[in-house]
């Protein structure tokens, strides 16, 4: 049974169809774990692609970086996973260190987007993004040697905050705050 679950959600992952926030609901350890695990930085491999004709917000922060969110898409299960896209408008390569946040437990995850945060402002809470059984974030980690002009997928899955809530801010530490609304996921 565990085995088809971890089937589902891998396939789920590489498919890009945006399926894998709800298929992780019934285990989001075992899909960051899976990921995690390999001892690769290419932990961006799984991410949820998303929509590319979709903006929700865009901040530019240090270093020509621009972070783009497309999806923040509530499921069933309780999580809100955001997706979007990094691009390095610099030039020099980027590890995103600086997104993996200050925290001692964002560490094991090394250049990700640990670091990320979804603030509700009406219900004054700060949702930090899960965390797998080994401490890894269910984000996306092995952000490093991001050329100059080169774009990559992000993701990162937090608890959801109440259904009335539909907006929060989107945080990522050295970039500035942006205002996105979550949808709730189809089916």
């Known amino acids: 049974m565990a085995l088809s679950a971890g089937m ?3 396939l789920a992952g590489c498919g890009g169809d945006g399926e894998k926030a709800s298929d992780s609901k019934s285990s989001p350890a075992k899909s960051a774990s ?3 695990s390999t001892g690769t ?7 949820p692609t998303p929509e590319a004709t979709a ?7 240090g270093k020509n970086i621009t972070v783009t969110i497309n999806t923040a898409t509530r499921d069933a299960g309780g999580f809100v996973t955001v997706t979007g896209t990094l691009t390095n408008g610099g030039t020099a390569n980027y590890n995103a260190f600086d997104f993996q946040g200050t925290e001692v437990a964002t560490r094991t995850s090394g250049p990700s987007v640990a670091g990320a945060t979804l603030v509700d402002e009406a219900g ?26 080169e774009t990559r997928p992000i993701f990162a899955q937090f608890p959801a905050p109440p259904e009335s809530t539909t907006r929060v801010q989107f945080q990522l530490p050295t970039m500035p705050p ?9 089916g």
């Open 124 to 149: 004054k809470k700060r949702y930090y993004v899960l965390r797998d059984t080994d401490g890894k974030c269910l984000c996306t980690m092995g952000l490093t040697l991001i050329k100059p002009g």
């Open 178 to 186: 942006a205002s996105i609304e979550i949808s709730d996921s189809e």
């Open 41 to 47: 930085q290419s932990g961006d491999e799984s991410s």
């Open 34 to 36: 899976s990921n995690g």
């Open 8 to 10: 589902v959600l891998a």
């Open 55 to 61: 903006t929700l917000a865009q901040v530019k922060g």
